[in-house]
């Protein structure tokens, strides 16, 4: 019998354009000065989105882990940096005890994740709009079913387009015709308005 190496150990060809440690490296140093931690990734078909494994490789040093659903052509670049930030945040904010239960993501993890990636919303709405097929929500999150690759068969990517931040208005109520004619909440102006003395 063959000893087989796990599959978060072997090397995987990047499908999407850019380089997923490139992009990890670049959000922790604009994002996360502060981490001086070694930090590699890693292509893994486990069952989340992206996970990391703090401490995996020794002390202060970490792997993050991307499914393959998003290592495929037409992938955003922004939905990898927005992850990258979320994994890198656990290793500022980590999980803590409160008494009853480990909190893997705590109040303070959300509003720290929120000042470096504010974007969050618009990458979630892609997430779903282009992955719900192969996503399932469970008690641990958001994770990627065992079929993904037949689901996912001849399906292309739709393109990012990060929504407008209007308290994350629905697409459906800004464009109800789909986009043919854009609905403005009244107080929003494309430029600053005149002040008008009465």
Same mark, same amino acid.
């Given at each position: 019998?063959?000893?087989?190496q796990?599959?978060?150990? &072997?090397?995987? *060809?990047?499908q999407?354009?850019?380089?997923?440690q490139?992009? @990890?490296? +670049?959000a922790?140093?604009?994002?996360?000065?502060?981490?001086?931690d *070694?930090?590699?990734?890693?292509?893994a078909a486990?069952? $989340?989105?992206?996970?990391? /494994?703090?401490?995996?490789?020794g002390?202060?040093?970490h792997?993050?882990?991307?499914?393959p659903?998003l290592n495929?052509?037409?992938t955003?670049? +922004?939905?990898v940096?927005? !992850?990258?930030k979320h *994994?890198l945040?656990? !290793?500022i904010?980590?999980?803590?005890?409160?008494?009853?239960?480990?909190l *893997?993501?705590?109040? +303070?993890?959300? &509003?720290?994740e929120? &000042? @470096? #990636?504010?974007?969050?919303? #618009?990458?979630w #709405?892609?997430?779903y /709009?282009n992955?719900?097929? /192969?996503?399932? +929500?469970?008690r641990?999150?958001?994770?990627?079913?065992?079929?993904?690759?037949?689901r996912?068969?001849?399906i292309?990517?739709?393109?990012?387009?990060?929504?407008l $931040?209007?308290?994350?208005?629905?697409?459906?109520?800004? /464009? $109800?015709e789909g986009? #043919?004619q854009?609905?403005?909440?009244?107080?929003?102006?494309?430029r600053? &308005?005149?002040?008008v003395?009465r």
């Open positions: 019998m063959i000893p087989r796990p599959l978060l150990f &072997q090397p995987a *060809e990047s999407t354009g850019f380089n997923f490139t992009v @990890v490296d +670049e922790r140093a604009v994002w996360f000065p502060e981490i001086t *070694e930090i590699e990734v890693r292509i486990a069952g $989340p989105v992206a996970f990391i /494994c703090r401490h995996l490789m002390r202060d040093s792997v993050i882990a991307f499914h659903v495929r052509p037409g955003p670049i +922004e939905l940096r927005f !992850i990258a *994994e945040t656990h !290793i904010r980590p999980p803590r005890w409160d008494g009853d239960w480990y *893997e993501h705590p109040p +303070e993890f959300w &509003q720290r929120f &000042q @470096v #990636a504010p974007e969050r919303f #618009a990458c #709405a892609w997430t /709009c992955l719900s097929r /192969c996503l399932r +929500e469970g641990d999150g958001l994770s990627v079913v065992r079929t993904w690759r037949r996912m068969a001849g292309e990517p739709g393109p990012y387009m990060p929504h $931040p209007f308290d994350d208005v629905p697409w459906g109520v800004l /464009c $109800p986009g #043919a854009l609905r403005l909440p009244p107080v929003w102006a494309w600053p &308005q005149a002040i003395s």
